[in-house]
């Protein structure tokens, strides 16, 4: 039977400060990366003249003689900088203080590695954006939404399954992304990632940790030329194309600062909790597919449907942000109002 426990005063407290401070880090972070990644200093060119230069993505730049103008910006860009690595300093120190805490309130559920592959794709900006987290890890979201933990073995989970939106472009973050794309970021995290097969969507470490990058089936396969990996590069993962997957793409997003197994945030976006359950229910009833994961499938729909019912009832299976959803799949949510009726307790009143 799943069962909800609902978190203390204390743990939803330690919760919303913990992702205070993550979002504020966060917003650090990339500030510094915007603002004073690279160097600033004077050199001396040909003629025997002092010029500023700056140096981006190891590439120098002149920003012109030494004057009063110029030793300004370069005062400012010195002391900026020192500013916002005290600032970064103090924060990370924060985020080392409140993470043995989240371990002893039993706040850290995300897996360790998911969290670090996931905060290594929102640094280059992809979570929310090129990039969603599906399947069992959105569930980490859903019940922090909820405020409480599902006491389930269906969050089990030693894989990630990553979302791509081919519809974002990746000149906004080819210069900081690896030549090797999604399985050279991979790799980075842990040296032991390898494809399991080439042009596959599909990559594992020796722990057999498995990471998938799926897309949606084009609506026209013959002439699309939609993007499926993150590089150029021969063992880039390619994404493999799914039915049904365009459902999660077009739904609503749900967002949320989770915590990980050693006590530290993590923040990443999935489907709304609805989108979930209706797909998750449509995937249950695919005759193509084995079903141990058929009953995982329902288990989970029905899960998160409960969920919704019993702690986010402003989230309405008929609200019109569900449009853009088939009108078939949004029927289905009508087999969880018949479960939920036939689990409710009796009534002892007339249906006035």
């Not at 205070?20 to 915007?34: F, L």
């Not at 969507?201 to 897309?215: S, T």
């Not at 088939?326 to 689990?343: H, I, T, W």
Request: hydrophobic share 40%; glycine share 4%.
């Amino acid at each position: 039977m799943i069962k909800f426990k609902t978190l203390s005063s204390e743990q939803i407290r330690q919760q919303v400060d913990t992702a205070q401070v993550y979002d504020v880090y966060r917003t650090s972070a990339k500030d510094y990366e915007q603002r004073f990644s690279g160097s600033m200093s004077w050199k001396k060119s040909t003629n025997d003249k002092t010029y500023l230069y700056k140096k981006t993505n190891g590439i120098w730049k002149s920003l012109g003689p030494k004057s009063a103008a110029t030793e300004l910006i370069h005062n400012q860009f010195h002391s900026g900088r020192d500013d916002s690595k005290d600032r970064m300093s103090r924060l990370a120190q924060r985020l080392d203080q409140l993470a043995p805490v989240n371990r002893a309130m039993s706040l850290g559920r995300v897996p360790l590695l998911t969290a670090r592959i996931i905060r290594a794709l929102d640094k280059l900006g992809l979570i929310g954006t090129a990039v969603d987290v599906v399947g069992t890890n959105a569930l980490f979201i859903y019940e922090r939404m909820a405020a409480v933990h599902i006491s389930s073995g269906l969050l089990s989970t030693q894989d990630v399954d990553l979302l791509m939106d081919s519809r974002f472009s990746l000149r906004l973050i080819v210069k900081d992304f690896s030549n090797k794309g999604l399985i050279g970021l991979l790799q980075k995290i842990d040296h032991s990632f390898r494809p399991l097969a080439k042009n596959g969507y599909r990559a594992a470490n020796r722990d057999g940790f498995l990471v998938d990058l799926i897309k949606p089936m084009p609506k026209d396969i013959l002439s699309s030329n939609e993007k499926n990996r993150f590089s150029a590069d021969a063992e880039d993962l390619q994404a493999i194309e799914i039915e049904g997957l365009s459902w999660l793409v077009n739904s609503p997003k749900a967002s949320e600062t989770v915590i990980d197994e050693r006590g530290y945030p993590v923040s990443f976006s999935c489907p709304d909790p609805r989108a979930f359950a209706l797909h998750k229910l449509w995937l249950s009833r695919r005759s193509d597919r084995d079903a141990p994961k058929r009953l995982r499938d329902e288990q989970q729909a029905r899960v998160v449907a409960e969920l919704i019912n019993k702690y986010l009832a402003h989230l309405s299976f008929q609200s019109s942000d569900l449009q853009a959803l088939p009108f078939a799949l949004r029927q289905l949510a009508s087999e969880f109002d018949s479960a939920a009726v036939k689990n409710a307790p009796p009534s002892l009143t007339p249906d006035w």
